[in-house]
């Protein structure tokens, strides 16, 4: 098992470390973000493991994380998974979903993707003033499909006998990781987004792996205010090497 005082020391594999100029912040205003990247083709679980355990994140072939000048501000938190319970929301939630099948397989590219990807970053565009133009083919298998090798999976909800919410996650040694998640507005009646988190911690369960990985928590951000509705959690402040301990700490219902 993955435990919070493991140092890696397996051979790390060829990377390209650089970092972007600044732009726009999306989480808080009057602030920029600079972000540091590693380029990965080989990842290997147990690395990929390593990284996202101490703050990063991945797209594609691609991990990374903040390092914005004179900010602090994006705390990586995660679920405890042993100790969840289910709140009576949440439970309305699986409800809603009982004829919702679940599909579990590599993350692929079809047009249904890409529509229904499309579909919902117009409706937050309009509903909460996303910046969004449709995304191509191209962009949509670097971000989601390439990368993922044996851990990344795509989880899809399929209701009506169509596609109607995609999840992307990586399997880890210690958890899951949730990557990103999309659905059809067309059933916001069926709180996808909670019950998609919902299905990461039972799988997560089945799969006897302590904790769900949830990205980044930034106070006063709405985009993120559903995250501590899924307690216990816990945070880590920072982003250690790979050679370092990552320290996670208990992270209060806010």
């Not at 732009?23 to 083709?41: D, F, G, Q, T, W």
């Not at 090798?149 to 040694?173: A, N, P, R, S």
Request: aromatic share 14%; hydrophobic share 35%.
């Amino acid at each position: 098992m993955f435990m919070n005082d493991t140092i890696f020391t397996d051979t790390e594999p060829l990377s390209t470390d650089f970092c972007m100029l600044d732009y726009e912040c999306a989480y808080l205003p009057n602030k920029s973000v600079r972000m540091h990247y590693k380029h990965i083709e080989e990842a290997s679980q147990s690395y990929n493991t390593a990284l996202i355990h101490r703050g990063w994140r991945r797209f594609g072939c691609y991990y990374f994380h903040p390092i914005c000048n004179g900010c602090n501000e994006c705390k990586s938190i995660r679920i405890d998974v042993n100790d969840f319970t289910l709140t009576k929301s949440q439970r309305k939630s699986v409800k809603r979903n009982s004829e919702t099948e679940i599909i579990i397989q590599k993350p692929s590219l079809t047009q249904g993707h890409l529509d229904l990807y499309n579909k919902y970053h117009a409706f937050k565009h309009h509903k909460d003033d996303w910046s969004h133009r449709n995304i191509s083919p191209r962009e949509y298998k670097e971000n989601f499909v390439e990368g993922a090798h044996e851990f990344g999976k795509e989880v899809l909800y399929v209701k009506d006998d169509k596609l109607i919410g995609v999840d992307l996650v990586d399997i880890l040694d210690d958890g899951i990781s949730s990557i990103y998640f999309y659905y059809d507005p067309n059933y916001a009646r069926l709180s996808l987004g909670t019950y998609s988190l919902l299905y990461q911690i039972e799988l997560a369960k089945v799969l006897e792996l302590p904790w769900v990985y949830l990205g980044y928590w930034v106070d006063g951000c709405k985009a993120f205010a559903y995250k501590p509705n899924f307690q216990p959690q816990e945070i880590l402040d920072g982003f250690p090497k790979i050679d370092q301990v990552a320290n996670w700490e208990t992270f209060p219902k806010i």
